[in-house]
């Protein structure tokens, strides 16, 4: 059912009459400042909103969201957001989080074009290039592409880990760490994938085992 604009704006003048009547200091709140301790790092799926999904309310999570949850060490965009979030606004955890289900990561598994955005999405045909044997020899096509999506979480976690922004928190002994989850469609949960790393020095190492735990599951 199409919903027009203006019914948009009615919905979001209901939804401010029952927040200020459930709580009448929500605003004055929010007006003074975010003081969150998450960057979620996600995909742009309207399916996957970072804060209904963990249950915090704004100002509870600082977000960032491309096609297929990807961080490029090129993007300055994504990196701005890194680095705003960790030196400004202090986060204790930065949580990339894709999801099962993604079209994005279908498309660079399965080679189908759609426009301007095959480009972005070279970066996770790298990860499935990096793993192209082992994912060839997934029969369930399905299965194949949840395992190429967990694969692109850790891979992207790894980045974020890898970045000037983060390994420059570590290196000035700031607390914050880096985590890899992905997101059920078919049921609401998030999963961990093992990609935790919290210091400089055990990206690679938390990769290997978050890799190798994924590959023992098919």
Known sequence: MAISLNELLERN?????????ADPAYFSRLVA?????????????SRVPANEIIGLAPGE????????????HSDLNCLSVMQYAVDVLQVRHILVVGHYGCGGVRAALEDIRVGLADNWLRHVQDVRDKYRLWLRGIDDAALRADRLC??????????VSESTVVRDAWARGQDVAVHGWIYGLADGLVRELGADIGREGESFEVYEAAVATIMQRT
Do not use: M, T, Y
């Not at 400042?33 to 799926?45: K, R, S, T, V, Y």
């Not at 999570?61 to 490029?72: D, G, L, P, Q, T």
């Open 13 to 21: 003048r209901d939804w401010s009459d029952k927040e200020r009547a």
């Open 33 to 45: 400042q975010q003081n969150p301790e998450f960057l979620w790092i996600g995909c742009a799926d």
């Open 61 to 72: 999570v600082f977000v960032h969201r491309n096609v297929a949850n990807v961080v490029a």
């Open 150 to 159: 967990e694969l692109n979480v850790v891979e992207q976690a790894l980045n």
